[in-house]
């Protein structure tokens, strides 16, 4: 059976359809952030967007007819009429916009057609019927045995084809001699693989899963039904180095592959680095803690010097050394050109910044080490 969404607002409307029964939560979609391509709505502000701008067609929706109370339920799928429901039928308490060309709008400002096109949008509606134990325990078992889907298996739902098979492949032949790279499973590494090689593992470049799904769909749809060549991504070179960097340190997996990525496309020595990274792992360190920046300063450094002087490994300073500077001399340590000390003394306000930059060899210890105030430490940049 179908209805549209017209049919199902009468049907809310009129009382014939109730959705507030106890097996039900509340309506949380309005609530939700998401990040679209095209800006920021709300969960229920993208499930309008899919359907104005790519005739999504939502999975089926589930009625119940309650032999105990007569009354007929939203079964499975309420956020999703709701979200639909609200956007047409706004309330002082529930009311959000999507986002069509660009701005973001409520139903009142979408064109005629879109506003036709949401309500003559159609569902698959399966009906069942039984006592309010029974729709308890169905509810149960539809909510319970379902698993949200991983960005892997919705990726390669999308665009499956020959690509991502050979894809696959290449992964899980590479997981039988590498301990550090997983079989396909659930996807969870290999999306992360994917977006190493399409080099969109910096933060920066990809805020977000939304926006690296969009970002990752947009690299691998040309290229759907197109041979998978590892050696046009460096693939099989950068799952080696990821491989062994990621057995000498503990830098975290997403990190560790933009580390192997970066090494590899600056075609750096990789044992010499993993070599570095071994020693340093073995001394006072935080490089666990490194951002992707961090770790292509402490490469390049170490390039730059022909292989043989480092950084120190330890980035960032203790709390205990702050409380020594501050025991010391509680203020800014920064003085202008005409003599005039900064007089910032705030504890939370101040800063603990290296003398000789880290970057250019200055040691995290507490004789490099000074208090400055967020301005003057933002302000002295990477200069002595």
Not at 187 to 201: I, N, P, R, S, V
Request: aromatic share 10%; glycine share 4%; hydrophobic share 35%.
């Amino acid at each position: 059976m179908q209805k549209t969404v017209r049919e199902i607002i009468d049907m809310i409307n009129t009382g014939k359809l109730q959705y507030n029964q106890s097996t039900q939560r509340k309506f949380v979609y309005a609530d939700i952030d998401a990040q679209l391509d095209c800006g920021k709505t709300t969960k229920s502000g993208s499930l309008i967007h899919s359907i104005l701008e790519y005739d999504i067609q939502l999975p089926a929706v589930y009625f119940w007819h309650n032999t105990d109370t007569g009354h007929l339920n939203i079964h499975d799928g309420k956020q999703r009429l709701l979200s639909l429901y609200y956007f047409i039928n706004p309330t002082p308490n529930i009311n959000f916009t999507t986002i069509r060309n660009g701005k973001a709008m409520n139903f009142n400002a979408l064109s005629s057609a879109d506003q036709e096109k949401l309500l003559n949008y159609t569902f698959d509606i399966v009906e069942r019927t039984g006592t309010s134990e029974e729709e308890e325990k169905s509810f149960y078992l539809i909510n319970t045995n379902s698993v949200n889907l991983t960005s892997y298996e919705c990726l390669s739902g999308m665009l499956h084809g020959t690509f991502l098979t050979q894809f696959e492949y290449v992964v899980e032949h590479s997981a039988k001699t590498m301990d550090q790279v997983k079989p396909i499973g659930r996807g969870e590494q290999a999306y992360k693989l994917l977006l190493t090689m399409f080099d969109l593992c910096d933060s920066k470049k990809a805020a977000g899963n939304d926006k690296s799904m969009l970002l990752l769909c947009d690299r691998i749809r040309p290229l759907r039904d197109n041979w998978f060549d590892p050696k046009s991504f460096s693939f099989d070179e950068i799952l080696q180095v990821f491989n062994e960097f990621s057995r000498v340190t503990t830098v975290k997996e997403d990190r560790a592959l933009a580390v192997a990525a970066y090494i590899v496309r600056k075609n750096y020595e990789a044992d010499d680095i993993i070599n570095l990274y071994r020693k340093s792992m073995k001394g006072i360190n935080d490089i666990g803690s490194w951002d992707i920046d961090t770790h292509k300063t402490f490469i390049d450094y170490f390039v730059e010097n022909g292989y043989s002087a480092s950084l120190d490994p330890k980035r960032n300073f203790d709390k205990e050394i702050k409380d020594q500077l501050y025991a010391r001399s509680n203020c800014c340590a920064h003085i202008d050109d005409n003599g005039i000390h900064c007089t910032e003394t705030n504890y939370s306000k101040l800063e603990v910044d290296h003398i000789t930059p880290w970057s250019k060899g200055g040691r995290t210890i507490l004789a490099n080490a000074q208090l400055l105030c967020k301005h003057h430490n933002t302000s002295k940049g990477n200069r002595a």
